[in-house]
């Protein structure tokens, strides 16, 4: 029988995932440096004509609260009790009171439903948001985020040496890493009844209406180039992205992509709708503990997978920044971290995290989920950084192919 820690505030981190660490037993956990310096791609850096300049005063010191939006399944849940255990400690700790909404399915979606306020500098009513580099490049470029206040932030010298100073935010004066993670391939090995090695290995005729892809197009169509031999990290061309766009095309018209969707395409393998996916790995893991079902099973294909990383930032109209720097701090905690990534089982971006790790459960330590291994890191890219106008023309492209 496993033992809970004797630190009081560590046991009550670890209570909500004592069950689920038996799936994250793997071989060879090593550092992440050299294959994370990858992620740091945005949407440049150029300046826009014109930027909101709200008038925002800070109500953090007499307004206890913040609210923040992230992704599903990305912050440690408690089935038993439904809240968040290491959400509930920060209330605890601080005295600020947390709402925290799943609000984010897809990058550009998200984007769609709070430009107009952000554009007109209004508080969009979330104080943190987490969003992936290229749309928090966007973000920083277009004047939509505030600059942060590190004195706030002590624990924000724990980020990965790697990230601390990426394109789309020299010197990370807007945004701070949340996660990291891998796009590939997502499956139900019981449903497809065997194993899928590479992207074609989707367009199986007993496979047809049966796919979903993502509706990031880094990812999916970042993964078809990788298959056709582009290098997705290096300068390649229009033409490159347009092939593999060309080979999406195929794919929707003769229905052997049932739909292109954001985080909901899990929804799609629990239900049987889909047996098959370009996924993301930490969903399919939380999928697999929460259904006890290790039929769920994600691989990274032949041809290599992408990697990116998700990332925390404050709204421009926030009214409460320090209470949203307050929170950032907490959770580039150590302890605090890799309780965190133990749940959500993507890779940690918190130095200290590893050692953290080995005082709650020295199993942990060689998941190469949270600590990836130089065999997985050699076989991922990060999509590289684009400029605003590459942006508009893939963006508007892709979303043509899939019918928006």
């Avoid at 605890?92 to 439903?113: H, L, R």
Wanted: glycine share 8%.
């Amino acid at each position: 029988m496993k033992h809970l820690p004797e630190d009081p505030m560590i046991r009550e981190l670890v209570r909500a995932q004592l069950s689920r660490r038996a799936l994250l037993r793997g071989a060879g956990g090593v550092g992440v440096a050299a294959a994370l310096a990858a992620c740091g791609t945005g949407g440049g850096t150029a300046a826009t004509a014109s930027k909101p300049k709200p008038a925002v005063k800070d109500r953090s010191a007499s307004d206890k609260i913040v609210r923040w939006a992230n992704w599903p399944a990305y912050l440690d849940y408690d089935e038993k009790s439904k809240k968040y255990p290491t959400l509930e400690q920060f209330q605890q700790k601080t005295g600020i009171k947390a709402s925290y909404a799943e609000d984010v399915d897809d990058n550009d979606s998200y984007y769609g439903k709070v430009q107009g306020q952000l554009k007109n500098g209004q508080d969009i009513g979330k104080d943190v948001i987490v969003l992936t580099d290229w749309m928090a490049g966007r973000m920083v470029r277009q004047g939509y985020v505030q600059k942060l206040d590190k004195a706030n932030i002590p624990n924000a010298t724990n980020l990965n040496p790697a990230l601390q100073d990426v394109d789309f935010d020299k010197g990370r004066n807007y945004s701070l890493t949340w996660q990291s993670g891998y796009a590939g391939l997502a499956y139900r090995k019981d449903k497809v009844g065997r194993e899928l090695k590479t992207i074609s290995d989707l367009w199986a005729p007993d496979l047809k209406g049966k796919v979903v892809v993502l509706s990031e197009f880094r990812d999916t169509v970042g993964l078809l180039m990788m298959e056709q031999g582009v290098d997705i990290s290096a300068n390649f061309s229009e033409d490159d992205f347009n092939k593999g766009l060309d080979e999406l095309q195929k794919q929707v018209d003769s229905g052997q992509i049932r739909q292109v969707k954001g985080n909901s395409y899990l929804e799609d393998l629990r239900s049987g709708n889909a047996i098959a996916a370009i996924g993301w790995s930490g969903d399919i893991l939380l999928a697999r503990f929460e259904e006890e079902d290790d039929n769920y099973t994600f691989t990274l294909p032949e041809s290599g997978g992408t990697l990116w990383s998700d990332n925390l930032m404050v709204p421009i109209a926030s009214p409460h920044k320090k209470n949203a720097e307050t929170l950032m701090n907490y959770y580039y905690d150590p302890t605090v971290a890799a309780t965190v990534a133990a749940y959500v089982n993507y890779i940690c971006p918190v130095d200290g995290a590893k050692a953290a790790m080995e005082k709650i459960d020295p199993s942990l330590v060689d998941s190469p989920l949270i600590f990836p291994t130089e065999a997985d890191l050699a076989k991922v890219k990060g999509f590289r950084t684009l400029s605003p106008d590459e942006e508009t023309t893939y963006s508007e492209a892709f979303q043509k192919v899939i019918g928006n």
